[in-house]
């Protein structure tokens, strides 16, 4: 039988896009699609937006966040459905001291370096911001490796 862990980490490094939730000053949740970049053991996922919109927003007030992470290419309704859940702590990164996360983000997606270029953040010219998410919890959610029980929870390190 296939190891959900290693299933759980190849599935978030192929993902392209979460689906990130936030919570509004109601407490109802919001939902984004963002591209993201990842860093497991320990679990971190990173993404880049720009500070006033919605979601950073709720993140500075609340900074507790769910999201998915799909990894099939969809077709039709009766495929196997792959992927992952998560819940966790989202915080917007200062604009100093962040070369680590920078190269993880910008090493994934080198198209946007020049945004989040740690020279432009620390100046301030830099209209985004990255932002990490510290996973609590995962769920695998596999059904084709796992078709009796696809779903599997999976310790968050």
């Known amino acids: 039988m296939a190891d959900a862990r290693d ?9 392209k896009v979460m689906q990130l939730s936030t919570l509004d000053d109601e407490g109802a949740p919001y939902v984004n699609n963002l591209w993201f970049a990842s860093s497991l053991r320990p679990d971190r996922l990173y993404f880049i937006s720009r500070p006033a919109r919605l979601h950073c927003a709720n993140i500075r007030s ?3 966040v769910a999201g998915a992470i799909l990894t099939i290419a969809l077709e039709n309704p009766k495929q196997p459905v792959r992927g ?6 989202a915080v917007e990164l200062p604009t100093t001291n962040i070369d680590a996360q920078i190269a993880i ?7 946007t370096a020049a945004a989040i270029d ?3 953040l620390a100046s301030g010219e830099a209209h985004h911001r990255l932002y990490e998410i510290t996973v609590r919890s995962w769920i695998l959610y596999d059904e084709e ?6 779903r599997q929870p999976v310790p968050a390190l």
Not at 7 to 15: A, K, Q, T
Not at 145 to 150: E, I, Q, S
């Open 7 to 15: 299933l759980l980490e190849d599935y978030v490094r192929s993902g």
């Open 118 to 120: 740690p020279a432009r």
């Open 105 to 111: 983000y910008a090493g994934r997606w080198p198209e």
């Open 62 to 64: 609340r900074p507790r």
């Open 84 to 89: 992952v859940t998560f819940t966790g702590t």
């Open 145 to 150: 490796n796992f078709r009796g029980a696809p």
